[in-house]
């Protein structure tokens, strides 16, 4: 059930998408990776330090946790570490959240402008979009790395903003953090937060905050 509903579509001539956890199902490989890396070179991973990367790009995490623990490895081996444990999935196995793909279509129909502004790196955000078909409904990619910081800072949101020509009131970002959604706040962005496993801890503020809160997008096909 929708909670909230303080966005009027109509007036909405731009999209902003995040992927992992709003889009796409895959911020369990994120939590596993960094947990199952960790504990191969006998380290736990503290619960700050997984809320810390939800916001940061692959490379930004891995030059984080390459300062954090002395485990021989530079950022790059880190990094490059990462990504052979999770391509695999990104390129076959994850899929969109329910209703997704079709409220894209929607989208894409109205003739409004559609961006993605992610964290993770172009490469398994391509080959996931292209996996599941969803690619071509972009008109703008922009990703962390490219801004050279995370959702923590509005650079992403910004650089989104005019790549795409567009203003922050005649724009909807799609998110499903936290500290996402108090970074597009300052910058005046209407914001939906899709309900996410990962962000579960953050629910209730979540909720109250955003302007619309969704457990899927079959709730907003509906509208």
Not at 20 to 33: A, E, H, I
Not at 132 to 156: C, E, Q, R, T, W
Request: proline share 3%; net charge negative.
């Amino acid at each position: 059930m929708i909670i909230n509903n303080g966005i009027d579509f109509k007036k909405m001539r731009n999209y902003i998408f995040d992927m992992d956890g709003t889009l796409v199902d895959s911020m369990y490989v994120w939590d596993n990776l960094l947990i199952d890396f960790l504990a191969k070179y006998g380290h736990e991973t503290p619960p700050d330090l997984l809320r810390d990367v939800a916001c940061m790009s692959l490379l930004q995490s891995s030059a984080l946790v390459s300062e954090m623990y002395d485990l021989g490895l530079s950022a790059e081996e880190i990094y490059d570490e990462w990504r052979s444990m999770i391509y695999d999935g990104y390129a076959h196995s994850i899929k969109p959240k329910p209703g997704a793909k079709e409220f894209l279509e929607r989208v894409k129909k109205s003739g409004a402008s559609i961006a993605m502004a992610t964290a993770n790196s172009r490469e398994l955000t391509e080959v996931c979009l292209k996996n599941n078909g969803m690619l071509d409904y972009f008109d703008v990619l922009v990703f962390a790395d490219d801004v050279g910081s995370g959702k923590s800072s509005p650079d992403i949101y910004l650089k989104t903003l005019s790549q795409m020509g567009a203003k922050p009131e005649s724009t909807v970002l799609f998110e499903d953090i936290y500290e996402a959604l108090k970074t597009a706040k300052k910058i005046g962005l209407s914001v939906v937060i899709a309900e996410d496993a990962a962000s579960e801890s953050d629910r209730e503020r979540l909720k109250s905050e955003a302007d619309i809160y969704i457990k899927d997008f079959r709730e907003l096909i509906k509208i």
